[in-house]
C-alpha cells in the first residue's frame, strides 16, 4: 500500500508540470517618439485590437497594437487642441467614446469623440458641456 501511495505522489509530482501552465506577458516596444515626457492611457481592447492613448507636448495619438502588442498603425489625433485640461474614455466591444477637456479663453469645453477598434474617429467631435471659470486656477470640469 505504501508502495502505490508513493508511485501515485511521484507521478502526480512529475504530470502536474505539463498540465500547469503559467501567465504569459508580452510587452510592447516603445516606439521612436516615445520619451521620459509622453504621457499615455490605456484605452482598452477595441475591435480586437489594444488601443494606447499617448500624449507628448502638442502631439496626441492612439497607438493601435493586435493582441501580440505589435504596432499595427499610429493614428494622430488632429481634432484635438494643442492644449488640453484631461482625458477620458468609456471603452465598448467596438468603439469608445473619448472625452477630454481643453479651456480657450475662460471657458473650459467638454468635448466627446467616437472612436472606432482602427483609433481612426467615427464622427465630429461634440461638445458636450462648457463652463466659464474667471481667473480660476483649477480649469477641470
Do not use: W
Amino acid at each position: 500500500m505504501k508502495k502505490v501511495l508513493k508511485v501515485f505522489i511521484l507521478l502526480a509530482i512529475l504530470i502536474v508540470p505539463i498540465v500547469l501552465t503559467a501567465q504569459h506577458i508580452i510587452y510592447s516596444d516603445p516606439e521612436k517618439d516615445d520619451n521620459r515626457r509622453t504621457s499615455f492611457d490605456i484605452v482598452g481592447k477595441i475591435g480586437g485590437n489594444i488601443l494606447v492613448f499617448k500624449s507628448n507636448r502638442a502631439d496626441n495619438v492612439i497607438s493601435v497594437y493586435n493582441m501580440d502588442m505589435k504596432l499595427l498603425q499610429r493614428v494622430t489625433l488632429d481634432f484635438m487642441p494643442d492644449k488640453y485640461t484631461d482625458t477620458y474614455f468609456i471603452p465598448y466591444g467596438d468603439y469608445c467614446y473619448m472625452f477630454y477637456e481643453y479651456e480657450h479663453k475662460n471657458i473650459v469645453h467638454l468635448t466627446m469623440v467616437k472612436i472606432d477598434g482602427n483609433g481612426k474617429r467615427m464622427g465630429d467631435p461634440v461638445d458636450i458641456d462648457t463652463t466659464y471659470f474667471k481667473g480660476a486656477s483649477n480649469n477641470k470640469i
